[in-house]
C-alpha cells in the first residue's frame, strides 16, 4: 500500500481482538461483488484469512511494502487510513485463499476514492479476476457518485502496471516514499470514472 505504516503489536488472536472496535464501528457495510469471488468485507475476525493471503507471495509484500511480512500485517491493514481520514471511509475486503482489496472513499479528494491495495494470491493471477476486480471497483465507485479511482503502483511492479493500464488508469504523478528499506519510487495512477446520466 502507498500510504504511510505504522505497527500495530498481535498476531491473529491478539490483533483481532485490538481491532474490533476500530473496526466494528465503522457502520454499514459497503459491499463489493465481484462475479465469481466470495468476497466479503473485512472484520476483525478476518485478520488469520488476510493475513493468509499476504502470505501466500511474500516476495510481492516486499516488493510493495519495502520490508518483510510481518506476522500483524493483517491487522495493520485493517486499522491504517491517511491522515485525517474517519474509519468509516476505510474498507478492506477479503476473499479466503484469494485477495485482499483495500479501498478508501473520499481520498485525497471527497469524489476521488483510492484503492490500497489490490492483492492476488500467485494461484488466482493470469485468470482475469484482477481485471474483473477492478471492472467491479470502478463500478461501485460508480454507484457511489464517485468521479475518480485512484492508485499508487511501485515502479518495479510491472505487472501490475500493465493491469492497470489495460484497465484505463492513467498517469498522474510520480513520487518518493519512504520504507524501511529506503526510498522507493511509485507512480500515482488514476481511472476517471465516468457517471451514468
Not at 21 to 28: A, M, Q, T, Y
Not at 86 to 107: N, S
Not at 140 to 161: D, F, I, M, S, Y
Request: charged share 25%; proline share 5%; aromatic share 4%.
Amino acid at each position: 500500500m502507498a500510504l504511510g505504516r505504522f505497527r500495530v503489536g498481535g498476531v491473529c488472536g491478539r490483533a483481532a481482538r485490538a481491532i474490533r472496535h476500530d473496526v466494528l464501528s465503522r457502520g454499514p457495510s459497503t459491499d463489493l461483488e465481484v462475479e465469481g469471488l466470495a468476497l466479503r468485507r473485512a472484520r476483525a475476525a478476518d485478520a488469520c484469512a488476510i493475513q493468509h493471503v499476504l502470505s501466500t507471495d511474500p516476495a510481492t509484500w516486499e516488493l510493495l511494502e519495502g520490508t518483510s511480512l510481518l506476522p500483524d500485517a493483517a491487522a495493520h491493514l485493517l486499522r491504517e487510513r491517511p491522515p485525517g481520514v474517519p474509519p468509516e471511509r476505510k474498507h478492506v475486503y477479503v476473499a479466503d485463499d484469494v485477495c485482499v482489496i483495500d479501498l478508501v472513499t473520499g481520498f485525497p479528494d471527497e469524489p476521488t476514492w483510492y484503492l490500497g491495495l489490490l492483492f492476488l494470491a500467485p494461484a488466482a493471477r493470469g485468470q482475469g479476476l484482477g481485471t474483473r476486480v477492478l471492472d467491479a471497483i470502478a463500478a461501485h465507485v460508480r454507484a457511489h457518485q464517485g468521479h475518480a479511482l485512484r492508485l499508487a503502483v511501485v515502479v518495479e511492479n510491472v505487472r501490475a502496471r500493465r493491469l492497470y493500464e489495460r484497465c484505463g488508469f492513467a498517469l498522474v504523478g510520480r513520487r518518493a516514499r519512504e520504507t524501511a528499506r529506503g526510498v522507493q519510487q511509485v507512480d500515482v495512477l488514476e481511472l476517471a470514472i465516468a457517471l451514468r446520466s
